[in-house]
């Protein structure tokens, strides 16, 4: 029976698989007693599955205590122990406890070194870990210094063409492309995905994890209808191997659909989401996290079509539903295009406190909350707390958007040479990290443009103006 909820689990089957996994924890209790080396396992697996239901609440508790039996009956430094105690660290990562997170996987990081040493790969497996910690923390620098030195240890100890090699080169491109490093995290999937090809085949798992990175690549970059055909491969492979109703196989659903609304196509985008949507509801139940991603994404879609109205009732469900960051950031951007701006202020402002009590001040979410905040108060036309507002962000994080937002402010007040020098700042940044033709350095290039016009400097507005048209449109370029 364990094999076979096992067996459902990987098949996607995740709420059968709970419930075999419920009936052979009974009956090992009753059987065995709750102290049992096989009933401690049945307890491990339940919470295993829960956690894959989104069930993190009561994957938890159960981690937690399963955890205490473990360090009562085969003491802290068991292997057995140090699992449950990284089992637990995974699922308050999942519940948004990501300090807490840190915390139990530095232990079980330093417990491994203890006792295995450095090289071990169970180390090795709990450094990768604590790096993808750090990554939901924000802190990208020390994550990408830890994925580097796994993967040299790896490269050394395993050879480059292992399995564990290649896992720590996709975090590595992971990594990279939070850091905005985007073109060398394409490079790096564009390597991993040769080189899986040619040692497990086309169609295997890790290869389609691959895809899937790349593709995220490919977006990031603006090279959109290489992101859409990527897509489209990974979600048919995903079909063929998994079947329609397998998770993974909706969250490439998910991506493409997020693609195609990136090239504006609204209406396929829409029927999309609306068919990810019934699935998760149907698989899932109504409360999981990714149907309420769903829901966003779906109103997201309608926002786009603008049909204003059913976004914000949808969006307004999710809110009912689960008070979830991401549900309320949706909502407020279609507040605003309804021109419920006082509302919408608040709103982010809750977001933000949230955000700073959950995540901490200076994580990427947070500093993305400041600029929100601060493009509402313009809309408002309190350009004075803007400008403070932006100036906060730019202290804590020289991060871009907030560098055009603040040139916009400043623009506003007519400040327009200090105005023209952020927004020359902004352009060189997304120049460097994005590429010239990106869709975001396009749009800071206008932007530039406006701010020398109104500043007298014509000239050069009317010459950015021409390279922005060359990079816009080459072929009449050329």
Not at 213 to 230: D, K, P
Not at 258 to 274: C, P, T, V, Y
Request: with cysteine; charged share 20%; net charge negative.
């Amino acid at each position: 029976m364990n094999n076979i909820g096992f067996t459902l689990q990987s098949l996607g089957k995740i709420a059968e698989a709970e419930q075999m996994h419920r009936d052979i924890l009974q009956k090992r209790q009753e059987i065995l007693g709750p102290d049992h080396p096989d009933t401690l396992v049945s307890t491990g697996n339940l919470g295993s599955a829960l956690q894959s239901l989104g069930k993190f609440a009561e994957a938890e508790q159960m981690h937690r205590e399963l955890l205490q039996k473990h360090m009562e009956i085969l003491g802290w430094d068991h292997p057995v122990t140090l699992i449950s105690m990284s089992n637990l660290s995974t699922a308050l990562q999942s519940l948004g406890r990501s300090v807490e997170a840190e915390a139990m996987r530095r232990q079980v990081l330093q417990k491994h070194m203890e006792i295995l040493g450095s090289d071990h790969p169970d180390t090795l497996k709990s450094m990768n870990n604590l790096g993808l910690t750090l990554q939901s923390l924000g802190q990208f620098a020390e994550a990408e210094q830890m994925h580097r030195n796994i993967l040299q240890k790896r490269q050394e100890i395993l050879g480059p063409d292992h399995p564990d090699t290649l896992i720590s080169m996709g975090y590595l491109g992971s990594t990279l492309q939070s850091l905005g490093r985007i073109a060398e995290a394409e490079q790096m999937q564009r390597e991993l995905l040769q080189k899986r090809q040619e040692i497990l085949g086309p169609d295997h798992p890790d290869i389609i994890i691959t895809m899937h990175n790349l593709g995220s690549a490919l977006q990031s970059l603006g090279r959109l209808e290489e992101a859409e055909a990527m897509r489209r491969q990974v979600l048919q492979k995903q079909l063929e191997i998994r079947g329609p109703d397998h998770p993974d196989t909706l969250i490439c659903m998910s991506n493409l659909a997020s693609s195609l609304q990136s090239l504006g196509k609204f209406a396929e985008a829409e029927q999309m989401h609306r068919d990810i949507l019934q699935k998760r509801q149907e698989i899932l139940g109504p409360d999981h996290p990714d149907i309420l991603n769903s829901m966003g994404n779906l109103g997201s879609a309608l926002q786009s079509l603008g049909r204003s109205v059913e976004a914000e009732a949808m969006r307004r469900q999710v809110l009912q539903k689960h008070m979830e960051t991401l549900g309320m950031n949706n909502l407020v951007l279609t507040l605003q295009s309804l021109g419920k701006f006082a509302e919408a202020e608040q709103m982010h402002r809750d977001i933000l406190q949230k955000r700073q009590e959950i995540l901490g001040p200076d994580h990427p979410d947070t500093l993305n909350s400041m600029s929100n905040l601060g493009s509402t108060l313009q809309l408002l036309g309190r350009f004075a707390e803007a400008e403070q507002m932006l100036r906060e962000l730019l202290q804590k994080h020289v991060e871009i958007r907030g560098m055009n937002n603040l040139g916009i402010i400043l623009k506003s007040l007519g400040r327009f040479a200090e105005a023209e020098h952020m927004h020359r700042e902004a352009l060189q940044k997304q120049q460097a990290v994005l590429g010239p033709d990106h869709p975001h350095t396009l749009n800071s290039m206008i932007s530039l443009a406006y701010v020398l016009y109104k500043g007298g400097k014509s000239a050069e507005a009317q010459e950015i103006r021409a390279q922005w048209n060359a990079l816009k449109n080459p072929s009449r370029a050329a």
